[in-house]
């Protein structure tokens, strides 16, 4: 009966890695679609409404490549069938990266700035950064206010010596609609204090001052023991 309990308790907590996971690809690649969509729409020209459109493509590609990862853990627990492939790691330098652009590519300023050593971070841990990031900047696209200053948006990584750090900044205007309404159903924030507990960490949200909504992740342990 011991074993029972132990092998549902780690099925249920796959299924909640999972839920997240489907979360954080839907919740982000999606808001930058419709986004790019009501650019694209919007426009007057042929040049920017091509740029939206690739811009489209790429998110709609990248969702496409995240949810492939979620199919093969549903393969692992053969839940559904089995297919050639290893699913590719989540890769918090390149996530930094494609982030910041899409951000940048939605009219937004990004300040990105790394302290200490990334390849120190555990495969695990990198990927529970990955999500935490992509659930920030979605919340960015969303509820952000571009225009605003030189940093509508911040990103701060210190990697520490058995600790790593993430801070997401951004700015905020109750007089303007920065971005379109969407439904918010406050899984995001439930998701990334689940992942951060998972590795030791905590998770501060709110607005330090007005104007600013800030999200810091404090104390992810580089690697389990």
């Known amino acids: 009966m011991h ?3 132990v ?6 907590g796959e299924r909640r890695s999972i839920a997240r996971d489907l979360h954080d690809i839907l919740a982000h ?9 009501q650019v694209a729409a919007a426009t007057g020209t042929p040049e920017s409404r091509a740029a939206a459109l690739s811009q489209i493509s790429q998110s709609a590609g990248a969702a496409l490549h995240d949810l492939r990862r979620v199919l093969l853990v549903l393969q692992r627990e053969n839940i559904i069938g089995a297919a050639p492939g290893d699913a590719p790691e989540l890769d918090l330098e390149s996530g930094l990266q494609r982030f910041t652009e899409r951000l940048e590519d939605l009219g937004f300023t990004v300040e990105t700035s790394v ?21 920030c900047t979605t919340n ?12 509508d948006c911040a990103i701060e990584l210190e ?18 609609a920065p ?9 995001g924030l439930i998701s990334m204090k689940d992942r951060a507990a998972t590795y030791g960490g905590t998770i501060e949200a709110g607005s330090p001052a007005e104007g600013i909504w800030s999200v810091q992740v404090s104390g992810i342990k580089l690697r389990l023991r």
Request: hydrophobic residues 35%; proline residues 1%; glycine residues 6%.
């Open 115 to 135: 302290h200490g050593d990334l390849s120190s971070i555990s495969q695990s841990v990198e990927a529970c950064l990955y999500r935490i990031l992509q659930e």
């Open 3 to 5: 074993l029972r309990a």
């Open 7 to 12: 092998h549902q308790d780690a099925l249920a």
């Open 159 to 176: 990697v520490k010596e058995a600790t790593v750090d993430l801070a997401v900044t951004n700015r905020t205007d109750a007089h303007q």
């Open 29 to 37: 690649d999606l808001t930058v679609i419709s986004m790019q969509t």
């Open 140 to 151: 960015v696209v969303k509820h952000g206010a571009r225009g605003q200053g030189i940093n």
């Open 179 to 187: 971005a379109p309404k969407h439904a918010t159903s406050g899984t």
